[in-house]
């Protein structure tokens, strides 16, 4: 039950086919740049660390490289850390986020750690300020063999080798205003199902892995997190985006069998941030700077245990 308009694409009740998914394509338009916003600044770290492209998206007529930042000493006897941002491209500080963390925070862990970042997987995306990548693909759900995103496939093959050598592993992302009023009636609509109406939570919180749930870990980063920004409250259900709130700001999903991007290792520590950059308490700086302490939180607890 819904009394929201139809979303402008396709048939109620019908799943988008290629004349679909054409049409959405054909409205998306580029917001900003992935060259000005993120390659440039991954070219002034060149000089402190490696930089891996580890694939190229060929979206005629654009195309876009696939870029990873690497600690340039990178040592086998060293536990490994990645971090990931921008699996959603419209969710901006999960991107400036891990360069944020990069840029300020990263020299920290010299000696101490491997660091291996993605900031921006999915640089279509970045641009248009969606979610999906160019084939109304979602990333964050194509984390799985024979993936249908070549965005998820591309991270898949970087991280392979060292699949079983990260100890932490934490992805970066925003629930924003627009995953209400935009993305959830598009995927509803795309699959041909009835748009259910939700609840955007106020404040930032985790999601932890089902299976692995590391609870202590969670709340460490949830800790380091609120002295920065607020943690979302749960809703009159004692649920945030429907799923139980099993310690404040934290819930968890069972993410390798959704595909999600927290799944992509076998690392003992992981987590997904989820930022909320639509509040009137919460700036973009404060957006950023919650996304680098989460991360700074994260590998610090790792490393005392
Ligand atoms: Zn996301």
Redesign the pocket.
């Known amino acids: 039950m819904t009394d929201q308009a139809p979303y402008p694409i396709g048939t109620p009740g019908q799943p988008w086919g290629d004349a679909e998914r054409a049409e959405w394509r054909s409205l998306q338009t580029r917001q900003r740049s992935y060259e000005t916003d993120v390659v440039r600044v991954i070219d002034s770290l060149r000089s402190r660390f490696d930089v891996v492209e580890y694939g190229r998206l060929d979206y005629a007529p654009d195309t876009y490289a696939l870029l990873a930042i690497r600690s340039r000493e990178w040592r086998d006897d060293l536990p490994s850390v990645l971090v990931t941002g921008g699996?959603?491209g419209y969710?901006t500080s999960?991107v400036h986020g891990a360069l944020r963390f990069v840029e300020q925070h990263a020299d920290d862990y010299a000696g101490r750690v491997n660091l291996l970042v993605a900031p921006c997987i999915s640089p279509w995306a970045y641009e248009r300020i969606h979610?999906w990548n160019a084939h109304a693909v979602d990333p964050?759900r194509s984390f799985r063999d024979d993936s249908p995103a070549e965005e998820s496939a591309a991270l898949m093959r970087l991280v392979a080798p060292l699949r079983d050598r990260v100890r932490v592993h934490i992805d970066l992302?925003?629930?924003t205003d627009t995953d209400e009023t935009e993305f959830r009636p598009a995927k509803a609509a795309r699959d041909g199902e009835d748009s259910v109406p939700g609840e955007i939570p106020d404040g930032f919180y985790l999601v932890g892995d089902s299976e692995n749930p590391q609870p202590a870990f969670q709340q460490a980063v949830i800790a380091a997190v609120a002295r920065v920004t607020h943690i979302a409250p749960a809703d009159r259900n004692g649920q945030i985006i429907g799923s139980p709130v099993v310690a404040p700001g934290i819930i968890n999903y069972p993410v390798r069998k959704l595909g999600l991007c927290a799944g992509v290792t076998s690392a003992r520590y992981t987590t997904t941030t989820?930022v909320y950059p639509d509040s009137p308490r919460a700036s973009s700086e404060q957006c950023n700077a919650a996304q680098a302490a989460a991360v700074c939180a994260a590998i610090d607890f790792a490393l005392g245990q």
Do not use: A, I, L, S
Request: hydrophobic share 10%; no cysteine.
């Open positions: 699996v959603h969710e999960g979610r964050n992302h925003e629930t989820e």
